[in-house]
């Protein structure tokens, strides 16, 4: 069964950090690129980061650089967003899907397989 699972979210305070985990059962992310993207409450999904497995070329959002980082483990089948410094207009929800395409894209139409996403909240 093809799986996608996302996990780490939770409360932080701002200035916060968080590491989301995307977990693939089923299948090897090694021939895909997975992303990652967020929806607020009232916005639109938004992409925030992407990371080749083959090669590790990987996008992060203009309005996130500096902040977020992509990594992958091709061995554990997992790809990790670490969040930092984070603020309130960072909550929502955040999922991880995957694309069949070998570039990062941050258009949702991109990716055929989406995890169940895992929610994050930044609050004081």
């Known amino acids: 069964q093809l799986q996608l699972v996302e996990s780490g979210g939770g409360v932080v305070q701002p200035g916060g950090s968080l590491r989301l985990s995307c977990a693939a059962s089923g299948f090897t992310l090694d021939d895909y690129t997975v992303g990652w993207f967020r929806q607020s409450p009232g916005k639109e999904r938004e992409g925030v980061s992407a990371i080749v497995m083959k090669d590790g070329g990987a996008y992060v959002h203009s309005s996130l650089k500096g902040r977020f980082t992509i990594s992958k483990d091709n061995a554990k089948n997992t790809v990790y967003l670490e969040m930092n410094s984070l603020k309130p207009e960072d909550t929502g929800d955040y999922y991880c899907?995957?694309?069949?395409?070998?570039?990062?894209?941050?258009?949702?139409?991109?990716?055929?397989?989406w995890g169940q996403g895992t929610q994050v909240t930044v609050s004081s």
């Open positions: 899907a995957r694309s069949p395409y070998y570039y990062c894209s941050g258009n949702s139409r991109d990716y055929d397989y």
